[in-house]
């Protein structure tokens, strides 16, 4: 497993994983004979080395490795930067453009017919998200009812919607029984990214194109189990009464 990441001098992680995978996992001796060995052993000490072999808890991507094993941190190392930078995704003509927002920002719509290299790069993003999210689903992949909206900047991916075909939804307070049409079942923006209209665009962008020929009123626009942010978001959106979905309970407030 090769990567231009590992090359990277900022991810400091990542040295001390690379390190530590390449050297004996022997406990230093102290009758070292050598002076310049005294020196490197020094350094290993100080690098934690009570640590060495046991799982750690990446506070940022939030995945278990083990230190020392090189497999765990390159996999780590390249993961970590995925969950800190975005995934790599750069438009082609070929993809589905549904709004340029400037030159290096826009909207791509993926569904679930798309080309297989298209999805596999979808399910690269899930991941990253339903990470994040702590959402656990099934699928890795886009069911024949969603369709993905990706927000890219420079070529990351940092805003995600998946947005479905419904038939009902409910009043957030009065768990009323409404009609509606179309469920944001996932809506996801980088932590970097977030308070800069890229939610909204998102939604916007599901609304007009979800279903074919028509822009779906949000009024018939559902929040599938929606934390209270997204709640939150969905209300300023909405300017009034949201819609949710698939709530498991309903004691949102
Ligand atoms: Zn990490």
Not at 43 to 70: A, E, S
Not at 104 to 124: F, G, M, S, V, W
Not at 230 to 240: D, M, S, W
Request: charge should be positive; hydrophobic fraction near 40%.
């Amino acid at each position: 497993m090769t990567s231009c990441i590992i090359k990277e001098k900022k991810d400091t992680q990542l040295s001390i994983c690379h390190y530590f995978g390449v050297r004996p996992s022997q406990p230093v001796q102290k009758t070292a004979p050598k002076k310049k060995k005294r020196k490197f052993e020094q350094l290993y000490l100080d690098l934690g080395q009570r640590d060495f072999g046991k799982p750690v808890h990446c506070h940022t991507c939030g995945m278990m490795y083990v230190p020392g094993v090189k497999e765990d941190g390159m996999t780590h190392a390249q993961r970590c930067h995925v969950f800190q930078h975005g995934v790599r995704w750069t438009p082609t003509p070929a993809m589905r453009l549904v709004n340029k927002v400037s030159a290096d920002e826009c909207i791509l719509e993926i569904r679930h017919t798309d080309p297989r290299i298209l999805r596999n790069k979808l399910a690269a993003v899930l991941d990253v998200v339903q990470r994040e999210l702590s959402f656990v689903t099934d699928t890795d992949g886009l069911t024949p009812q969603q369709t993905a909206y990706l927000y890219i900047v420079q070529n990351r991916v940092v805003g995600l919607i998946v947005a479905e075909t419904i038939a009902e939804a409910f009043t957030v307070h009065s768990s009323e029984r409404r009609d509606a049409l179309m469920g944001i079942f996932q809506l996801w923006v980088h932590a970097n990214h977030r308070r800069k209209g890229i939610a909204s665009r998102l939604v916007t962008a599901a609304r007009e194109h979800k279903v074919f020929g028509m822009v779906v009123p949000f009024h018939q626009t559902a929040f599938s189990s929606p934390t209270q942010s997204g709640l939150e978001f969905a209300k300023q959106y909405a300017n009034g009464p949201v819609l949710v979905y698939n709530c498991a309970s309903l004691e949102l407030k």
